[in-house]
């Protein structure tokens, strides 16, 4: 097991934002985020890091998760915080 790890998660901002143009056959949007630093504390798949990951914020005092996406916004997205301890987190996985 490997020691907790910053890193950097987008949070997406929502609602996005519909744009005039089209794309295709579907409207343009534009999505925006920002980025946060959060510890990394247990990757479910660390060899493709495709899975769930547990995050810790030691300003929050907080567990949230985070998953990779590829579409809208390439990268790992944090999903949110979780009420409880790194267990409840865990278990909500």
């Known amino acids: 097991m490997r020691p907790p790890e910053l ?7 929502s609602p996005y934002k519909v744009l005039d143009g089209q794309v295709g056959h579907r409207p343009s949007v534009q999505i ?11 990757e479910e798949k660390p060899d493709t890091k495709m899975g769930y990951k ?4 030691e300003v929050a ?9 590829t579409s ?3 990268g ?6 979780f009420w409880g301890s ?8």
């Not at 547990?54 to 914020?57: A, E, K, N, P, Q």
């Not at 005092?61 to 996406?69: E, L, P, T, V």
């Not at 790992?76 to 915080?81: M, P």
């Open 7 to 13: 890193r950097e998660y987008k949070v997406l901002h």
């Open 32 to 42: 925006e985020y920002h980025v946060v630093q959060l510890w990394l504390v247990l």
């Open 54 to 57: 547990i995050l810790y914020d």
């Open 61 to 69: 005092d907080q567990f949230g998760h985070a998953a990779h996406s």
């Open 72 to 74: 809208p916004v390439p």
């Open 76 to 81: 790992d997205i944090f999903d949110g915080y």
């Open 86 to 93: 790194f267990f409840d987190a865990f278990d909500a996985m």
